[in-house]
């Protein structure tokens, strides 16, 4: 059972020739030697001869060598655009973004927040610093660079803390924290022309981590706080025009959408808009019983060795190469003047005025105010105009558009994800005059609500928007909040839930892997990405991480000097993936695949093997280990 010294490439025809002098191993013997080694040793076995290449290659093996090596539960089925094991555990080893290939040093304070183009040729960074800049990812040698960068301090910005790109890639909204007098800070939104980089209007955006979002490709959300007592207040978020109009006075450039009731201390914050419209095609189902009739159903109208779901997708030709081988007035434009550590997330305005008003106030007076508002929401706000549950499970297959944020309802701490559905109406600023929209005195309802039952500190949407993740401190199990001013102690674990926006339920298990470390007053927001395959986060125990989203583990941790506030992945290749750090740089991970592929030069690209990647990163580890 001893195996050949020499395991470099070699000519299988003459070690066939020397074996013949003695039997060879029966196929099934040397399968149960394969069965006992490691991945890499049983690579290096297969360049032996001829048979051993060809039972190296064995399904049952890989089977076998991937359930044990990634530690996955027998009962979850392969991912269902896979053909074979064996590529099944080559996409895993060698496509993940976890090869550091550049570091940006740039800005010079924190680096808060990523955001990709959907084209995946720029990328913006928002920063302590209090700039946004620009990144160019297509230069010819692969090296990232700077465009642009514009600073906001002109504005009175305190720091850039969130970006997002239209639709088209024509307009940039930056999200920043405003310093106003007397101390307080609010929030606002600027919007950038990606053509010549002039600033085209500036929203105003109360709390400031509501952040903003586009609806469209010319309209923006955004949010303000009206409080009503101690502990209760009116969010309203706005619908906005992204540059304002000159040709005439009379057309509206903002519109209000929704008025929602804060009772407890609460706030809406982190708006972000899902379009249900792409579930028709999901990049990926979560449900391994939907994968299975989707399997059936997709069978009986094509063969069964075709791809039945998914289409994983090679972005380089280097995979085909190997087959192959192998078979208010919140609305201004650029020219009004109107307006250390990081700031912690509750330490937002609202907050701010919610502590020092409660100074004073008795836990009685407290407990009489929360009870008064309750009743004063029943009477006055709307009652849903459609149930999303039902309309989900009777199988309606209409394009919706969903609002979702993040909201509470026992405790000023984000506990809870509220949806609302926004209707084609509502999607532009034409209509009722604003004086109009504001005389209302109800409240708009929820739609529906998803409780976390913990602290959430993140959000991210899948491309096809089919579901949600979600960063969150869980609270102690069975725990009961009395003072919405104290609540419950926070994990140190992050967990990562997954909600189906179309059933509205949370799926299989949370995933879990990073760390935070401040309490309930002081976390803040750690931006997360979803891409077809993966899902990423940041954490604060100096890491990134991420996940492979059909298997549910943890596939790398990125290592940087501080705690990681956002991470990005190219939509044009999730073999790219950015980290931003409170170390002040941004980390450029590719995939060893990626690596190697750069390194190759297009004459030796057909030879080049999964082996000395797979070996060199083996060698990395066992080093890193020692």
């Given amino acids: 059972m001893l195996l050949p010294k020499c395991f470099s490439s070699t000519n299988f025809d003459q070690q066939d020739v020397r074996m013949e002098g003695s039997r060879l191993l029966p196929d099934s013997l040397v399968l149960e030697i394969f069965l006992r ?17 060809a039972v190296s290659r064995d399904e049952f093996l890989w089977k076998e060598l991937f359930y044990n090596y990634y530690r996955i539960p027998r009962s979850v089925p392969r991912h269902p655009s896979a053909f074979s094991w064996y590529k099944e555990f080559k996409r895993l080893f ?88 007397h101390h307080s800070s609010s929030g606002e939104i600027a919007v950038i022309s990606m053509e010549n980089y002039t600033l085209l209007s500036r929203v105003r955006n109360k709390p400031y981590d509501v952040f903003g979002c586009w609806l469209n490709e010319t309209h923006l959300i955004s949010g303000n706080l009206h409080w009503i007592g101690n502990m209760t207040s009116c969010s309203v978020l706005w619908l906005n025009k992204a540059f ?55 069978g009986e109208q094509q063969p069964q060795h075709q791809p039945l779901l998914f289409d994983l997708g090679a972005s380089g030709s280097e995979e085909e190469l190997e087959e192959g081988e192998e078979e208010e007035d919140y609305h201004q434009d650029s020219r009004g003047h109107t307006f250390s550590a990081r700031r912690p997330q509750s330490s937002i305005s609202s907050l701010d005025h919610v502590i020092h008003s409660c100074k004073n106030v008795r836990s009685s007076d407290r407990e009489l105010e929360s009870k008064v508002a309750q009743m004063m929401g029943r009477v006055h706000t709307k009652a849903p105009e ?48 604003l004086g109009e929209e504001r005389s209302s005195e109800f409240f708009d309802s929820l739609d529906h609500v998803i409780d976390i039952h913990g602290h959430i500190i993140g959000m991210g949407l899948s491309p096809d928007h089919r579901y949600l993740y979600v960063n969150s401190r869980a609270w102690p199990a069975g725990c009961v909040i009395s003072d919405p001013m104290s609540p419950p102690p926070i994990a140190e674990e ?21 760390r935070a470390f401040t309490p309930n007053d002081e976390c803040f927001f750690i931006f997360l990405d979803v891409s077809r395959d993966f899902v990423a986060s940041g954490a604060e125990d100096k890491h990134g991480y991420i996940w492979d989203r059909h298997y549910n583990i943890c596939l790398a941790r990125l290592a940087h000097d501080d705690v990681v506030n956002s991470v990005a992945f190219s939509p044009a290749d999730q073999e790219l993936l950015l980290s931003a750090s409170d170390d002040s740089t941004i ?31 083996t060698r990395n580890s066992t080093a890193a280990a020692a």
């Fill in 94 to 181: 060698d496509c993940i973004p976890c090869v550091e290939v550049q570091t940006l040093r740039e800005h010079s304070d924190q680096v808060l927040h990523l955001a990709f183009s959907h084209r995946g040729h720029r990328f913006s960074s928002c920063s302590k610093d209090c700039t946004v800049k620009l990144w160019d990812t297509e230069r010819p040698d692969g090296v990232i660079s700077l465009v642009h960068s514009s600073s906001m301090r002109q504005f009175n910005w305190g720091y850039t803390q969130f970006s997002q790109f239209n639709a088209d890639d024509s307009l940039l909204l930056v999200s920043g924290v405003y310093l106003g007098p």
């Fill in 386 to 433: 459609s149930n999303l549950i039902q309309s989900a499970e009777s199988g309606e297959e209409e394009d919706k558009t969903y609002l979702l944020f993040t909201t509470g309802s026992l405790t000023y701490s984000p506990h809870q994800i509220g949806i609302k559905r926004i209707k084609p109406d509502q999607m532009t600023t034409s209509g009722p005059v």
């Fill in 244 to 298: 304002q109009d000159i040709e005439s006075e009379n057309v509206n450039v903002v519109k209000r959408l929704f008025k929602i009731q804060n009772v407890n201390a609460s706030t809406i914050r982190t708006v972000m808009v899902a379009h249900c419209h792409r579930h028709d095609n999901p990049d990926l189902l979560l449900d391994y019983e939907a994968q299975s009739q989707a399997r059936r159903q997709r």
């Fill in 494 to 514: 992050i967990d990562l839930h997954v909600i189906d926006l179309k059933s509205l339920r949370e799926e299989r298990r949370s995933l879990r892997a990073h």
């Fill in 587 to 617: 980390k450029v991970w590719r995939s060893p695949r990626m690596v190697r592929l750069a390194q190759a030069s297009p004459r030796k690209l057909r030879h080049r093997s999964l082996l000395p990647s797979w070996l060199t990163r």
């Fill in 37 to 53: 080694l490691p991945h890499n040793a049983v690579l290096r076995a297969g360049l032996t001869c001829r048979q051993w290449q």
